[in-house]
């Protein structure tokens, strides 16, 4: 089955301490998204890549860090400078334009304590 | 760039028929307009897009009238299984991604 794997599914860090949000897709897609959601919030995109090594930034990316060597990989590095890193991670895909659809992987839940 | 607005949340009986509106009055030329449901400790998922009248599919249809400064998502037959966050979402081809707060859909026995 063609979709998106996020890993792990939840994910325990100290502050002060950098993580990584692993996300692959398996669809081919050209685009891949990162968003953050607090609870009882919407989305709010952290940042995008349209095409392997290239990506721009979202509305929230300070504190962030993102690479794209391989088309099918987006990994997410929240960073010791977020100042509130507990949040529900979401990535995403899209085959190609900004209104292609999106597809959605079944998120990362980061505490940091 | 549109702002979307929604409604915060909806109720509804099993078998109704519910309409969610979405107000996008800035909508620019190009922009495109999908729906998308979640579930708790999901990721959303796409449920039908349109550009301009009527789009229908299997589970949903979407009304956009011909201004396009709003759009309509209607679910037929609302099951409790229909319990969910509904988000709007209006986009353009340059990755400008204008996404609603959601609407909180409970749907009672």
């Known amino acids: 089955d063609g979709g998106i794997t996020q890993s792990p599914k939840y994910l325990f860090r100290k502050e002060g301490q950098n993580v990584t949000l692993s996300c692959e897709q398996n669809l081919n897609h050209d685009a891949m998204y990162w968003y953050r959601q607090d609870p009882g919030q919407g989305l709010r995109l952290i940042y995008y890549s349209q095409i392997v090594n290239d990506f721009q930034k979202g509305d929230i990316a300070e504190g962030y860090s993102v690479s794209r060597e391989k088309k099918e990989s987006f990994p997410l590095t929240v960073t010791s400078a977020q100042k509130n890193p507990t949040a529900f991670y979401l990535c995403?895909?899209?085959?190609?334009?900004?209104?292609?659809?999106?597809?959605f992987g079944n998120g990362t839940r980061l505490t940091v304590t | 760039l549109a702002k979307t607005t929604q409604p915060i949340s909806m109720d509804s009986y099993e078998g109704q028929e519910v309409n969610i509106t979405c107000s996008h009055n800035n909508i620019a030329t190009n922009d495109y307009i999908t729906w998308y449901q979640q579930f708790p400790s999901q990721g959303p998922r796409f449920i039908i897009q349109g550009y301009k009248t009527k789009v229908t599919n299997e589970v949903a249809s979407l009304f956009i009238p011909a201004d396009r400064k709003s759009s309509t998502l209607s679910l037929p037959r609302v099951s409790l299984s229909d319990t969910a966050v509904y988000y709007c979402l209006v986009s353009d081809s340059n990755y400008q991604l204008i996404w609603g707060a959601g609407t909180k859909l409970i749907i009672k026995p």
């Open positions: 995403a895909s899209s085959a190609g334009a900004g209104n292609s659809p999106l597809h």
